[in-house]
């Protein structure tokens, strides 16, 4: 390939600046789902300000972004008021999955039910897992605090099959050094170092709809 001789006079400067915006690519998806991870983060620890009254009461709700009254809910509803606070309707989004996927989930195997419900489904913690399993990053269930990091999504077995999800945040243990974990475990929204007290069953990431 030939190299030109540059002309006299004619500053060089042009040249480099493509080169250095291509060094901070503003669509690189990894910076993309970092901005988004601090975020998601934020809204979840925003939750913890609020007072929830624990109420598991099946309600009925509008399509789309419905929601139970915002002084009740249960471990579900803070995941999805802090995906809803970044834009992101779980649903939506799990109802539009389940729609063409309802053998996937264990709607008709749990509960016997034959069709969708948008008053609930996204509010059940197995349906969840199923569609952070799908749509998202279905992840380790280790006992190394290593393998968590903050946005994850985390759902355990309470004992006797019940099950329950929190969220990991960037704020950690002075104890334990673990990052903590907000959930709705029956006392509202809580920040707490919660992530091994039970038994891991299941471990995402979910960074919206494709």
Not at 68 to 93: F, H, M, N, S, W
Not at 160 to 175: C, E, L, T, Y
Request: some cysteine; glycine content about 6%.
């Amino acid at each position: 390939m030939k190299i030109r001789r540059s002309v006299p006079g004619v500053l060089l400067f042009p040249l480099l600046l493509p080169l250095s915006a291509l060094s901070q690519n503003p669509a690189d998806p990894s910076a993309n789902h970092q901005q988004f991870v601090q975020r998601l983060v934020a809204a979840a620890i925003e939750r913890t300000h609020h007072i929830v009254r624990y109420d598991p009461a099946y309600v009925r709700i509008p399509y789309p972004n419905g929601d139970v009254p915002p002084e009740t809910g249960v471990c579900t509803d803070e995941i999805i008021r802090a995906y809803r606070a970044v834009g992101i309707d779980l649903q939506k989004e799990v109802h539009e999955d389940m729609v063409r996927n309802f053998s996937a989930y264990p709607n008709q195997r749990r509960w016997l039910l034959a069709h969708t419900d948008t008053n609930i489904d996204h509010r059940r913690v197995p349906n969840l897992m199923t569609f952070f399993a799908r749509q998202g990053d279905p992840l380790t269930t280790s006992m190394r605090k290593e393998d968590y990091a903050p946005g994850d999504l985390v759902t355990w077995d309470l004992g006797g099959n019940v099950p329950h999800i929190g969220m990991v945040v960037d704020r950690k243990s002075a104890r334990t050094g673990r990052y903590l974990v907000v959930h709705n475990i029956g006392r509202g929204p809580q920040m707490e170092d919660v992530l091994f007290n039970w038994k891991i069953t299941g471990h995402y990431r979910y960074f919206g709809p494709h």
